[in-house]
């Protein structure tokens, strides 16, 4: 462990924010150890369930109640986060999710923790995340110049793929074989302590003109409908929309048997499989540390689409392969590519929305990205049993690939900021 959180930190030192605002700097270290908390919790989590019921289905409900706000509460949540001030918001859900782990562990403890408690206490945290994931994102926009955006959002990947990836996990995983109820009090600690530093945050002003007797904020539903006609009418966005829920209905087909396309065709042992997940967590702190310089030389539209092209190769690579060092390879270039496609897709949505509507423009985003994931998990299983392992990933190559071919032109417009729609902006 000692090890471990030596080279996490060593890498962490790579992505240092103290060259952009001091404001991002404190959201980037309460960034920080949130995700460190989310890793522990990653594997503390199933591990809990799996004591708590051996029964496949039990486990596999744990993820999916995590998961099911997003296709739920995301529209209505990107629309509060347009409402209401957004470091306030992520200070309270943040203690709200401190509260509720806190009371789990204290459960856990004494031995007191069930099923339907986790399953509540999962569901609400998911819900959470749809608030604070989203607030935090236009936060972004608010305390870093426009023309650092890129680099902000990449040192946050950064932060996700040690937090998340690398130190977490691992550390969750030790810290329940200590005992069951510690991983949860440190994720506790984690939100509370992440709440302590949003606090600290001293937010400018918004640009926004706002009249001096402001009139009532209209019904949800309209907000929401406002959101998706500013993203309907902007056409590189949606084509971007458009992108990302294809991408994730094939990635999430394909990958949804991964465990055993590893075991079985590549003939990986269960220690080697675990190599084979950080081999795109490598990939990913790679893309961070270099998209700063890729942004600047290549430009934020040649890197969509080539990260298309690279998408439908890993899988048509995975589809042909049966050596698993140009799997090993294949997936440290796709975590690479992950976090500059998603980078990219961050940052163009932050230059292109006006602030009173990216709440819920980027939960048009997350509930297009999640629901298809969601879908192509549920419909890889199925395809995998009935034609074998390697069919969803040479649906996935075809798939992307026409993609590619239709979007390559629309794309175009994604990093055009002059072209608002009209009584927007």
């Known amino acids: 462990m000692p090890a471990l959180f030596s080279s996490s930190v060593r890498a962490l030192a790579r992505f240092n924010p103290r060259s952009l605002a001091a404001g991002f700097g404190r959201l980037w270290s309460a960034s920080l150890v949130t995700n460190l908390g989310d890793g522990a919790f990653l594997a503390a989590g199933p591990l809990l369930v799996a004591s708590l019921s051996t029964d496949p289905l039990a486990v596999g409900a744990a993820v999916a109640v995590q998961q099911l706000p997003w296709l739920l509460f995301a529209l209505v949540s990107g629309a509060v986060v347009d ?82 990836q690398f130190a977490g996990p691992p550390l969750g995983a030790w810290l329940f074989a200590m005992g069951a109820a510690a991983p949860f009090g440190l994720h506790a600690a984690a939100f509370a302590g992440s709440a302590l530093l949003i606090a ?3 937010v400018p002003p918004s640009d926004r003109v706002i009249p001096s007797s402001e009139p009532p904020a209209p019904p949800l539903r309209q907000q929401i409908t406002e959101g998706v006609q500013w993203l309907w009418r902007h056409p590189g966005l949606r084509a971007l929309t458009v992108c990302i829920a294809v991408m994730n209905l094939t990635f999430m087909a394909a990958f949804a048997t991964w465990v055993l396309y590893s075991t079985q065709r590549l003939g990986l042992t269960h220690i080697q499989f675990g190599f084979l997940l950080t081999a795109g967590a490598f990939g990913g702190l790679a893309g961070a540390w270099l998209y700063p310089r890729l942004e600047r030389r290549l430009g934020r539209i040649l890197l969509v689409r ?14 042909v392969t049966t050596n698993s060092l140009v799997v090993f390879a294949t997936m440290t270039l796709f975590g690479a590519h992950a976090v500059i496609w998603g980078t990219v897709a961050t940052t163009v949505r932050q230059r292109s929305v006006p602030d009173a509507l990216l709440g819920r423009v980027t939960s048009m985003f997350m509930f297009a990205s999640l629901g298809a994931a969601a879908l192509g998990a549920a419909a890889g299983g199925l395809i995998a049993r009935a034609y074998g392992l390697t069919a969803c990933f040479w649906i996935a190559a075809l798939g992307v690939t026409a993609l590619a071919i239709f979007a390559w032109r629309p794309l175009a417009g994604v990093d055009t900021e002059d072209q608002q729609p009209d009584g927007l902006r």
């Open 306 to 319: 080539v990260g298309l092209l690279v998408e439908a190769a890993t899988h048509l690579v995975l589809a």
């Open 83 to 164: 409402r209401v001030d957004r470091r306030r918001l992520i200070i309270a859900v943040n203690a709200a999710r401190a509260a509720i782990l806190a009371l789990l562990a204290a459960l856990i403890a004494v031995h007191a923790a069930t099923l339907p408690i986790l399953y509540t206490a999962l569901f609400v945290l998911g819900a959470g995340e749809t608030l604070a994931d989203n607030a935090t994102g236009a936060l972004v926009v608010r305390l870093v110049p426009r023309d650092q955006l890129g680099t902000a959002n990449a040192r946050l990947s950064a932060v996700f793929t040690v937090g998340n």
């Open 200 to 202: 600290t945050i001293a």
